[in-house]
Nanobody
Framework: QEQLVESGGGSVQTGGSLRLSCAAARNIADIGCMGWFRQFEGKTREGVAAIAPSGQITYYADSVKGRFTISRENSMPTVSLEMNDLKPEDTGVYYC???????????????????WGQGTQVIVSS
């Protein structure tokens, strides 16, 4: 059974923007750190961004710093990824992840998560 559901993917031109959202599809106990990962065809999954429950601690891949912004709303909880100035190399399937760890050490450093979404496609055309 899916526990996280992503939305907001689509196709845009280079320089365009997209906002991805992720929400729990059912009750998930102890949601701490949440984040986004992406996978390019034929490549391994890589971290894009992560955010701690407080919202004050965030992590970004070097390739997206200054262009992407991660945020969360703990009442749902939901996590969003605002993507600006998109480039063709951003094309891929984006996955939402949630982990019980509140420090993001497990999720961001070790790539371990309690729950994963099924992914949403992002296509950026040249």
């Amino acid at each position: 059974q899916e526990q996280l559901v992503e939305s907001g993917g689509g196709s845009v031109q280079t320089g365009g923007s997209l906002r991805l959202s992720c929400a729990a599809a059912r009750n998930i106990a102890d949601i701490g750190c949440m984040g986004w990962f992406r996978q390019f065809e034929g490549k391994t999954r890589e971290g894009v961004a992560a955010i701690a429950p407080s919202g004050q601690i965030t992590y970004y891949a070097d390739s997206v710093k200054g262009r992407f912004t991660i945020s969360r709303e703990n009442s749902m909880p939901t996590v969003s990824l605002e993507m600006n100035d998109l480039k063709p190399e951003d094309t891929g399937v984006y996955y939402c992840a949630a982990d019980f760890d509140t420090s993001c050490a497990r999720l961001w450093i070790r790539r371990l998560a309690t729950s994963w979404g099924q992914g949403t496609q992002v296509i950026v055309s040249s």
